[in-house]
């Protein structure tokens, strides 16, 4: 899981494992 930025806006992500 981590913040990733695109287009200028933070978005959260989810890793899945």
């Given at each position: 899981?981590g913040?990733?930025?695109?287009?200028?806006?933070?978005?959260y992500?989810?890793?899945f494992?």
């Open positions: 899981m913040w990733n930025s695109v287009g200028g806006i933070k978005i992500s989810y890793q494992r």
